[in-house]
């Protein structure tokens, strides 16, 4: 599999995973004011990335073009910069500090998942 193949492929297949998250998200939490299914797969994001930046250094010697599948691609199409940006300027335009709120969650538990990822990916090499 070429990697232009495989980012195509898993950014379909992570971008139907936020679809559906989104969608689950907001059945169970159908009166919720903040984007729980955007914050869920930006998090998820976070930590798996983190999780595999070290595996892939040190452990897991998976061929350049399925690694690029799984970061740039699932990894890339399951999270989302562009939908957190909308929906945290919406959300301010109703309630500022519920805006201001939504980004200072959304980047601090993002980095702490983040962290704790790498810091587990770390402890599995």
Same mark, same amino acid.
């Given at each position: 599999?070429?990697? *232009?193949?495989? &980012? ?13 998250? =989104? %969608? ?12 729980? =299914?955007? @914050? !869920?797969?930006? &998090?998820?994001?976070? @930590? ?6 070290? *595996? ?13 599948? &799984?970061?740039? =691609?699932?990894?890339? =199409?399951?999270? +989302?910069?562009?939908? @957190?940006?909308?929906? !945290?300027?919406?959300?301010? !335009? ?8 939504? &980004?200072?969650?959304?980047?601090? %538990? ?9 810091? *587990?990916?770390?402890?599995? +090499?």
């Amino acid at each position: 599999m070429g990697p *232009l193949l495989g &980012v195509f492929l898993g950014g379909g297949l992570g971008a139907l995973c936020r679809y559906g998250v =989104g %969608v689950w998200a907001g059945r169970l939490l159908p009166d919720a004011r903040v984007p729980w =299914g955007t @914050f !869920s797969v930006n &998090v998820a994001g976070c @930590f798996v990335l983190g999780a595999l930046v070290p *595996l892939f250094a040190v452990r897991l010697s998976w061929p350049a073009p399925v690694r690029l599948a &799984v970061t740039t =691609g699932f990894l890339g =199409g399951l999270t +989302t910069f562009s939908t @957190f940006g909308q929906e !945290s300027v919406a959300l301010a !335009s109703r309630a500022p500090a519920l805006g201001l709120a939504n &980004v200072a969650l959304n980047v601090g %538990v993002g980095l702490a998942a983040a962290t704790l990822g790498m810091w *587990l990916g770390g402890r599995l +090499t």
